[in-house]
T-cell receptor, first 118, second 112 residues
C-alpha cells in the first residue's frame, strides 16, 4: 500500500520555467491538499480539493494552479516559477466525514517535493 | 477553523512523559482537536484526535479540558525518535468544510 505518492522528489527550475508536481493516492480518499513549507516554517495550504471535480484556494494560492484529474490524482502547476516559490511541497489526502458519523478523517501525507527555483 | 496557540519549543528527557499544551480558546462546539507531528524533512504524521472526551491510542493520549478551550498531548515515555515538530489543529468535520490548516507548531527535542 503506497499511500500518497509525490513525483518528482527533487527539482531545480530556472526562473520563468513551468512545471507540474504530481500527487496520487491509493486510499480512495475524497479530499486532497497541497501545502508548501519554507525552511523553519510551518505548512501553508495552497489549494485543496474536497472531492473529484472541485478545487478551492487555501492560504497562499497565488502563482499556482491545480487540477483534480480524477479521484486518485491532484496536480499542482507552477506556470512561471519564481525564486520565492523555492520550498518543499507536500501533498495530502483524507477521507471526508459524512454528516452525523465519525469516521477516520486523519490526513496522510506524501514525502514531499523539494523545489529550488534559481 | 479556530486558531490554536502552542509554545514554540520544549525539551523533554528520554523516558519521561512529554506534555504538550495547546490553547484553542475560540473553539466551537463542532470542532475537533487533531494532533500531527513532523519528523525532520518528512511529511506530517497523524497522532490522535478528539472532540471532548480524552482519547488514547498506541502513540499518545489526548486530554481535553472540560470547557474545551485547551488540550494536552501526552507522549507517555518519550524516546529520541519522538523529536519532531508537533502541530495542534482544530477543524470542523462536516460535509461542507474540508479545509485543513496548520500553525507553527511546537518543536520538541527529546534529550538522552
Amino acid at each position: 500500500n503506497a499511500g500518497v505518492t509525490q513525483t518528482p522528489k527533487f527539482q531545480v527550475l530556472k526562473t520563468g520555467q513551468s512545471m507540474t508536481l504530481q500527487c496520487a493516492q491509493d486510499m480512495n480518499h475524497n479530499s486532497m491538499y497541497w501545502y508548501r513549507q519554507d525552511p523553519g516554517m510551518g505548512l501553508r495550504l495552497i489549494y485543496y480539493s474536497a472531492s473529484e471535480g472541485t478545487t478551492d484556494k487555501g492560504e497562499v494560492p497565488n502563482g499556482y494552479n491545480v487540477s483534480r484529474l480524477n479521484k486518485r490524482e491532484f496536480s499542482l502547476r507552477l506556470e512561471s516559477a519564481a525564486p520565492s516559490q523555492t520550498s518543499v511541497y507536500f501533498c495530502a489526502s483524507s477521507e471526508a466525514l459524512h454528516q452525523g458519523a465519525r469516521s477516520n478523517t486523519e490526513a496522510f501525507f506524501g514525502q514531499g517535493t523539494r523545489l529550488t527555483v534559481v | 477553523d479556530a486558531k490554536t496557540t502552542q509554545p514554540p519549543s520544549m525539551d523533554c528527557a528520554e523516558g519521561r512523559a512529554a506534555n504538550l499544551p495547546c490553547n484553542h480558546s475560540t473553539i466551537s462546539g463542532n470542532e475537533y482537536v487533531y494532533w500531527y507531528r513532523q519528523i525532520h524533512s518528512q511529511g506530517p504524521q497523524y497522532i490522535i484526535h478528539g472532540l471532548k472526551n480524552n482519547e488514547t491510542n498506541e502513540m499518545a493520549s489526548l486530554i481535553i479540558t472540560e470547557d474545551r478551550k485547551s488540550s494536552t498531548l501526552i507522549l507517555p515515555h518519550a524516546t529520541l525518535r519522538d523529536t519532531a515538530v508537533y502541530y495542534c489543529i482544530v477543524r470542523v468535520l462536516s460535509s461542507n468544510d474540508y479545509k485543513l490548516s496548520f500553525g507553527a507548531g511546537t518543536t520538541v527535542t527529546v534529550r538522552a
